[in-house]
């Protein structure tokens, strides 16, 4: 079965400084990979999508690349700020329209 | 605005009683699903429905049931077949079309009494 692993500690950084997550997959080969942010007590947000035949995605401060060789995506915060401080998820696509979800990375930017 | 509304926020169960917890939308999407999520694990899928009057299983059915009477409602209840049902709940719905996103209520925290 698919398996989805993000870093299980928390990632610390300060203010104004680039953060990056990582998401490995193994056992498949997904279409396409969704990132979602998640606020305690809230449900997910969508954030981006980045399809296979995609290599990199941004949206404003925000980056996304898939390397489907590595079975690997990265997501970039730019600029990061204590407002994005929140726990990230990263999906991938199974049969059909349902996603199988990683467990997350909690963010913390200090100022 | 449009959005999904999960009821209540808060619930709790006492041994031996089913639970329904509620979950609507106004974003006309087809597709509905449900899931569980614990300290440290990814959510889980518990079941799905991609049209009206038809829903499947997802990876951790047991112990739970649903219904899809209406476009916009997809009620779960939580049996009490379900052994460990403390965990948050969220529901979500999207289209039916492949690659597009999950747009999720705020969840239902749920404890044993």
């Known amino acids: 079965s698919q398996k989805i692993e993000q870093n299980s500690e928390a990632l610390n950084i300060q203010e104004g400084k680039t953060a990056t997550l990582t998401c490995n997959y193994t056992?498949?080969?997904?279409?396409?990979l969704q990132w979602y942010r998640q606020d305690p007590g809230r449900g997910p947000v969508f954030l981006l999508l980045i399809r296979e035949n995609e290599k990199e995605k941004r949206k404003e401060r925000l980056k996304v690349t898939f390397d489907t060789t590595l079975k690997q995506s990265l997501f970039h915060i730019t600029a990061s700020q204590p407002a994005d401080s929140a726990t990230y998820l990263c999906a991938l696509d199974r049969y059909g329209n349902k996603l199988v979800f990683g467990a997350g990375t909690i963010l913390r930017v200090k100022s | 605005d449009g959005g999904i509304t999960q009821s209540p926020k808060y619930l709790f169960r006492k041994e031996g009683q089913n639970v329904t917890l509620s979950c609507e939308q106004n974003?006309?999407?087809?597709?509905m699903y449900w899931y569980r999520q614990d300290p440290g694990q990814g959510l889980r899928l518990i079941y799905y429905s991609q049209i009206v009057n038809d829903f499947q299983k997802g990876d951790i059915a047991e112990g739970y049931s649903v219904s899809r009477e209406k476009k916009e409602s997809f009620p779960l209840t939580v049996t009490s077949a379900q052994k460990n049902p403390t965990a948050f709940y969220l529901c979500a719905s999207s289209t039916r079309d492949l690659g597009q996103p999950q747009h999720f209520g705020d969840g239902t925290r749920l404890s044993i009494l």
């Open positions: 974003l006309n999407h087809d597709a």
């Open positions: 056992n498949y080969s997904p279409a396409y």
